[in-house]
């Protein structure tokens, strides 16, 4: 339910904070005052553009507050989940757009910001405004499907076909992707046979290019490594001042010496671990230099081998990892080419197969709504004739789109699908006797779209999740008994919902549980609309004037309290 509405520096309005209620909330006052100002200002909280004019001059924005309360159901918490926006644990939402005389606007709920595509998505499950302007729902025929459906109690078999359409869209779509590819693949065929035999000539390997350049890197320089080993070899040993030869005279005359000073036996010691050392080496490169070979032949197909692997790299991504890569995209492109009547037979086969379980879902839907319409046909007109439109005829048109290459066949007739089913549903109507139905949302006048669709949520009261609902003038052209009609099924609508209702008459203003009053003011040059909630003994005067404009009797009284008697509100 919308607790609290909140208006500051919107159009005629300074400040307003209104504590709605439970039930039904009646709004009065005179023409002028500024009754559309509240309607709007919740169209635009919802996600409708407000007047260009929405900020007063000499204020910098425009700010319209709602908290709603009991805000806990699937639908709603699905899509705040989906964009991160957290709530209280009483499920509560705060609702607020900023409007600039620019014409721009900002909208946050929770003081999250949001854009106007998910408060639009978030309204559809909050309120239901219904008025004599462009907000009114069932001036849109599409919607008429959504009322048929809420009726009939279809909302898991439509999730049921919702689901097996988007089944079949999505095995079709795999379809059209193969059928692209083996077109492209065609296309290409030739040029991606080339390219991977080219690959399978050369078959790179994984690291081998970094193997290759240390080859080529020893045997471009096997020469230099001759000659630098033979060098060292004679250094060592086969010189004639090599260091071994050396080393051996300097170890006798120590070996000489240490028999003289014993305390010099560690020198000894070291100069045997050098000699060990000395001829590791020289055996070392000894045999290195034994292996060394002037290989050309080798190291040229080493250098041969790098520049295939160069050219490689150069055509297919600069690396050898994106060279193996498109090798093995060429062969998933050549095989899948191989196996496409496999793979097309497959894909149409379960394509086939989601068209089947979608058509029979379709088609019970289809029944069900056409059972359903018959019902809904009975239904409304009843409740019609008590809001005073007595011999109305209310018809449910269901038809199917000729589609040639719908999946779905009636009557041996391919017929457009979607996500709702294959119907299409509009309402017809005519007031008036004598006259064919024509489609409501033609035919119909603003004061009758009200009473249909307060019949419509009469009817729905208990299926219908939309907590609030709005009507904007409900009692044009009606009065008297009717209006007292009206203002019963207003009541007894609101058991289930949270009504706010702008009236002129005093039958439907006396059974508000809630009552506001919209007046308008003149301070120092400047008109400004204020709204105030009215007390229990404020609400006879208020139903009074409704009565009787500004000449006030004590019968107008006495009739203001006998109508708020006879609602329970006395």
Known sequence: ?????????????????????????????????????????????????????AAREDAKKAVVEGLFLKCGIPAIKRLLQAHEIETGADHSLLIRR????????????????????????????????????????LLRPRTHLDYLDTFADLGDLRAIVTTAYESVQTWRQRCEELLARHTESRTRHDFELFQLQELKQVQPQLGEEEALEAEAKLLGNAARRLELSGKIGLLLYEGEHAVQAQLKIAFEALNELTLLDPSLQNLVNDCKSTETVLREVGQEVQRYHGGIALNEQR?????????????????????????????????????????????????????????????????????????????????????????????????????????????????????????????????YLSTNKGLAPGPLAKVASGGEISRIMLALKSINAERDEI???????????????????????????????QILCISHLPQIASAGRYHFLVEKTATNGRTATTVRRLTKAERPLAIAKLLGGEKISETHLKSAEELLAEAGNG
């Open 467 to 497: 907590p609030v609902l709005v009507f904007d003038e409900i009692d044009s052209g009606v009065s008297g008994r009717v209006a007292q009609a009206v203002g019963r099924r207003l009541q007894k609508l609101a058991e289930s919902h």
């Open 1 to 53: 339910m919308l607790q609290k509405l909140s208006l500051f520096d919107y159009a005629l309005v300074d400040r307003v904070e209104l504590e709605l209620g439970e039930g039904l909330n009646l709004i009065t006052g005179e023409t002028g005052a500024g009754k559309s100002i509240l309607v709007g200002a919740i169209a635009a909280l919802l996600g409708e553009k407000a007047a260009f004019n």
């Open 98 to 137: 900023e409007f600039h005389p620019t014409g721009r606007s900002r909208a946050f709920i929770n003081d999250t910001p949001v854009p106007a595509a998910v408060l639009d998505e978030l309204a559809e499950h909050l309120a239901d405004l219904h008025g004599q302007h462009e907000h009114q729902s």
């Open 299 to 427: 190291h040229e197909q080493v250098r041969q081998r790098l520049v295939s692997l160069q050219k490689l790299k150069r055509k297919y991504g600069g690396s050898l990892v994106e060279v193996l890569r498109r090798w093995e995209e060429l062969e998933n492109s050549l095989a899948q080419l191989e196996n496409f009547d496999a793979a097309l037979a497959e894909l149409q086969k379960n394509l086939g197969e989601a068209e089947a379980k979608f058509a029979e879902h379709a088609r019970k839907l289809s029944q069900q709504r056409q059972t359903a319409a018959k019902q809904l046909e009975q239904a409304v007109p009843e409740v019609l004739a008590e809001l005073g439109l007595q011999g109305t005829v209310f018809q449910v048109k269901i038809e199917q789109q000729p589609q040639a290459e719908g999946f779905v066949f009636i009557k041996d007739q391919p017929v457009k699908a979607g996500r709702s089913g294959i119907d299409q549903v509009e309402f």
